[in-house]
Structure formats: structure tokens, C-alpha cells
């Protein structure tokens, strides 16, 4: 059985502006952009790698998915695997 290599592209946090002894409007807003840039992209790794492990055939997850991805099916009783097109059992057969 080969083994499953997930790359995860590392998270770059946006460059913060340096704090001012007086905080202006424009400051406020260029800071709170710049958080709400960075918390935006962890949202969307942990939307991409939090998918459910297992459920049945109908709560299979159908868009994000990378390739290899795992899923018990419990309506099967099997363990299945995404192969960039369909859902596979272990020996290749679309189910």
C-alpha cells in the first residue's frame, strides 16, 4: 500500500503595520484589514482540511477535495478514497 502525502502550503501572515503613539481612523482600519486578511486564510485552510471522515453514502463531502482523501462509508461498511474524480473502493471500483 503506498502512502498518502498531503502537502500543506504554509499560512504567510500579511505584514502588520507598526504601532503609532496615536491612533488614527486610517490606522484602525489598515489594522483591522490586515487581521481580518490573516484570520480569513486560516478559515479557509481549516474549511479544506476539515472535511467529516465518515457518514454515510448521501453525506459523502463532494466539492474541496484533494486527491487520496478518506472516507468511511458506513453505509457500505468500507473505507473509500477520492481519486480526483470519483469516490474508489480499495481495489479501484467507483462506488
Known amino acids: 500500500m503506498s502512502s498518502i502525502n498531503y ?5 504567510i501572515a500579511p505584514n502588520l503595520p507598526t504601532a503609532q503613539t496615536e491612533y488614527s481612523i486610517e490606522y484602525e482600519i489598515q489594522l483591522t ?3 481580518r486578511l490573516y484570520f480569513n486564510q486560516i478559515d479557509n485552510f481549516t474549511q479544506n482540511v476539515a472535511k467529516p471522515s465518515f457518514g ?18 458506513t453505509t ?7 481519486n480526483g474524480t470519483h469516490w ?5 471500483t467507483i462506488v
Open 76 to 82: 457500505l461498511g468500507i473505507p473509500i478514497w477520492y
Open 7 to 11: 502537502t500543506v502550503k504554509p499560512t
Open 33 to 35: 484589514n490586515a487581521l
Open 56 to 73: 454515510t453514502t448521501a453525506q459523502r463531502p463532494t466539492f474541496n477535495l484533494p486527491i487520496g482523501a478518506i472516507y468511511f462509508d
Open 88 to 92: 474508489v473502493n480499495s481495489s479501484g
